[in-house]
């Protein structure tokens, strides 16, 4: 199985390609706002890595937020027609799970917070238990109330923090809280991203022939959560 994932969502760019259970092709780059200028010649560069091309590639895998607005439009208009014009599934993560997953597997002594930077004092932000599984909904915070969403999802052990967010958030829950900086990159990676999507698929999971890949937004474009949402679905535009 070749599958070709690919991340527009924040401000870097990245694509990569999963064959024989491995990455063999990678580029990550700053876009610097320029996505849908940047994101078709990387993609053809990474299948052409690979010694492929993108309409022999077998599967697509992308990220569909939460994020910049445009870009997760961008990436997911790109991942829908290439997987239109071939014929072929279409696998969707969100950016706070593949940031959750690039966290190394040694470093998950307790949870794993997913923290995006969304600016004007709010994150995105979602908890994971240390084998990755949810333990709440992905949010938009206002990040005074980190500590608060935190606690409601956590009954001890350290928190591993990962992402853009990881600063504020490093800076929110310490000292209250034993909170940790987690290694590797601070925006997802479509390396980890074609990780996950091969193993979802693997296990029949995650197919837009069964279940639409759709943006996650959280909020409108350049709008700010109206009151802090704790635990419960958060706020889906």
């Known amino acids: 199985m070749t599958l070709l994932g690919f991340d527009t969502a924040t401000e870097t760019c990245s694509a990569a390609l999963w064959a024989d259970g491995a990455v063999i092709a990678h580029r990550r780059g700053a ?6 200028e940047t994101l078709v010649p990387m993609l053809r560069e990474t299948a052409a890595e690979g010694g492929t091309t993108l309409a022999e590639v077998e599967r697509f895998a992308v990220t569909v937020g939460p994020g910049s607005f445009t870009g997760i439009r961008i990436g997911l208009a790109a991942a829908r027609g290439l997987a239109l014009a071939g014929k072929r599934p279409l696998i969707g993560l969100t950016t706070l799970e593949v940031l959750a997953a690039g966290v190394p597997e040694g470093q998950r002594e307790g949870a794993v917070l997913a923290a995006l930077d969304a600016g004007r004092g709010c994150l995105y932000a979602q908890l994971f238990d240390r084998s990755l599984h949810p333990l709440s909904e992905p949010e938009a915070l206002e990040a005074e109330v980190l500590p608060e ?9 350290p928190v591993v923090v990962a992402g853009t967010g990881q600063e504020i958030a490093l800076g929110l829950l310490t000292p209250g809280l034993e909170a940790r900086p987690a290694a590797g990159p601070s925006t997802p990676d479509a390396g980890v991203l074609v990780r996950c999507a091969a193993a979802r698929a693997e296990t029949g999971g995650g197919d837009e022939m ?4 759709r943006p ?9 959560p109206k ?9 889906r535009g």
């Open 31 to 36: 876009a610097g706002g320029r996505h849908a």
């Open 149 to 157: 969403f935190v606690r409601a999802a956590v009954t001890g052990g």
């Open 216 to 224: 996650l937004y959280l909020r409108g474009a350049g709008a700010r």
């Open 227 to 235: 009151a802090p949402v704790i635990g419960g679905s958060g706020l």
């Open 210 to 213: 069964a279940t639409p890949v």
